[in-house]
C-alpha cells in the first residue's frame, strides 16, 4: 500500500470516496473500488477520510435544512430514515419522553459490504456520516449510537434528542 504524496492527495480521496460510496448497491464495483484503494491508500489516510467525509456530509446537510425551512428531529427522521426505507432498510421508531430511538434491523449497506467481507470499510465510509447528518442539520441535535448492523450488532441503535441547556 502507497500512499500517494503531493497537493493532490485530497482530490484522490475525494474522488475516491465518492466512487466507493456511490457503489454501495453494487457488491462487485464496491469491492473493486475498495481493493484500488488499498493500493493506492491503505490505512495511513483514515483519519484524512473521516475529516474529508464529515466536511462534505455537514455540508449536504446544513444545505438540506435550510431548504427544508424547519429542522426538528421529526424533519430529519422523515427525511433521512424516510429516504432509507425506500432503500431498503428496515427499522422501528420509538418516541421517548426526551427523544426518538430508531431500532435498524436491515441495511441494505450493511449487506453489501458483508457479501464480500468488508465491513470495515463500511463502518468508514457509511456508518461515520451519522453524526455528521446530525451537526449538519441541527447542532441542537444530540446523536447517540452503541450498536451497528456493519459492527456485527443486531441492529443499529440511533438515538436523537435536544441538547439541553
Known sequence: ?????????????????????????NPSR???FLDEWEEKFGEEVHDMVQEII??????VWTFIAEEE??????DLIHILW????KAGGEFTVEETEDGVQIYCTLCPIAE???EIGREEYGLLFHCITDPYIVEGFNPEIEFRRTKTLMGGDDC??????????
Do not use: V
Request: with cysteine.
Open 82 to 85: 424516510g429516504s432509507f426505507r
Open 54 to 59: 464529515a466536511e462534505k456530509i455537514r455540508e
Open 69 to 74: 425551512g424547519s429542522n426538528t428531529i421529526k
Open 112 to 114: 453489501t459490504y458483508k
Open 156 to 165: 443499529c441503535d440511533h438515538y436523537y434528542s435536544m441538547r439541553k441547556g
Open 30 to 32: 464496491l469491492d473493486t
Open 1 to 25: 500500500m502507497k500512499t500517494p504524496a503531493g497537493p493532490h492527495l485530497r482530490e484522490q480521496l475525494d474522488e475516491m470516496i465518492d466512487k466507493i460510496r456511490g457503489s454501495w448497491n
